[in-house]
């Protein structure tokens, strides 16, 4: 993906911030794994392109490579956390044995949920109500997309009955322990609704924290704020309403170097449905691999041959670097 031929980016390019390639660390502890694109929404800003239509079977992980992907994790001590993402990971008929394994071996386990998967049973006649009780039971640290306390923003984002749904979810993690229980760590994620940075983090978790307490009696842990990055479907609707270089004004213009250190394609690796590797899901979402990985899978490398890797950047990277920068665990700097 690249921006080039946006007037503003002349002489700006991410790669030109460097003097020599971006490199991972010499430690990579995080295997993020994308186990499938469908999923029960399809929000404006979706950076995989998700939606309920995403059921090909090349687009979600079969058991042969889950099971693969699951063996490479468990060879490798030094993976301490294994980040489900997708799509809605629960969708993934392998995700319950998958966690299973994992955590039986010790390791974290992250799922980026949509809480509205959760009570998307009433609506598909396919049951997810397990959703919060299994989280709970193995103890996995739940990640959950919620861009707004206000109903407007968030169906704005992800459609009508959105918000209704989300707060259900939540109520049922939050009946399972989460945000209360400390071994039951509940986050929620935020990202703008519209072309700008997302606003400072503390201030918004305290405003979260008491609109959601007061109005439905939730309680989480942490929020993260995350940086809508310029691609796919969310570059798209900004490219209709003529705020594509603008937006890229504004992420090229907040560059904050401090941010460089804790990128997180610098201590994690991200594995498509079909075990290939990338640096992080926005470079799978743009079919940019790891360099030099070609025709290679997770399980063709050891942990440390993926230390220390040459990472693959472009232009959308000034989404990671803007302002307090931006990661699947909110701010940087
Ligand atoms: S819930 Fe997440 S994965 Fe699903 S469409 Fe929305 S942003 Fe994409
Ligand atoms: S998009 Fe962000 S995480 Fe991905 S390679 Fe660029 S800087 Fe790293």
Not at 105 to 116: E, F
Request: hydrophobic letters at 35%.
């Amino acid at each position: 993906m690249s921006v080039v031929g946006l007037p503003i980016l002349n002489g700006s390019r991410f790669r030109a911030r460097f003097e020599t390639d971006l490199r991972a660390a010499p430690r990579i502890s995080t295997l993020q794994l994308n186990i499938g694109f469908v999923c029960n929404l399809a929000c404006r800003h979706c950076h995989v392109e998700s939606s309920p239509a995403r059921t090909a079977p090349e687009e979600n992980m079969d058991e042969p490579t889950a099971r693969r992907v699951v063996d490479w994790a468990l060879a490798h001590p030094e993976i301490e956390t294994v980040d489900f993402t997708g799509g809605s990971p629960e969708m993934n008929p392998n995700f319950r044995w998958m966690v299973e394994a994992i955590r039986g071996s010790g390791r974290g386990v992250i799922d980026r949920c949509n809480p509205t998967i959760i009570v998307h049973t009433e609506r598909s006649g396919i049951d997810y109500a397990w959703i919060p009780g299994f989280l709970a039971a193995n103890q996995v640290q739940v990640v959950a997309s919620m861009p707004c306390y206000l109903q407007d923003n968030v169906e704005r984002q992800r459609g009508r009955g959105a918000y209704d749904a989300s707060v259900e979810g939540l109520r049922r993690l939050v009946d399972a322990g989460y945000g209360r229980d400390p071994d039951l760590r509940l986050n929620l994620v935020y990202n703008p609704v519209g072309p700008h940075l997302p606003p400072p983090e503390a201030a918004l978790a305290a405003d979260y924290k008491r609109e959601l307490r007061e109005r439905f009696g939730l309680e989480f842990n942490e929020l993260w704020t995350i940086t809508n990055m310029p691609i796919k479907r969310w570059r798209h609707e900004l490219e209709r309403d003529g705020q594509l270089e603008p937006y890229m004004r504004t992420l090229i213009g907040a560059y904050n170097p401090a941010t460089i250190e804790g990128l997180m394609c610098r201590h994690q690796v991200n594995i498509d449905p079909q075990g290939r590797v990338y640096d992080c899901d926005f470079n799978q979402a743009l079919d940019m691999p790891t360099p030099a990985s070609e025709g290679r899978f997770l399980w063709d490398y050891t942990a440390s041959e993926l230390a220390d890797r040459v990472i693959a950047t472009d232009d959308h990277c000034y989404g990671c670097t803007a302002g307090a920068g931006s990661s699947c665990g909110g701010t940087l700097a």
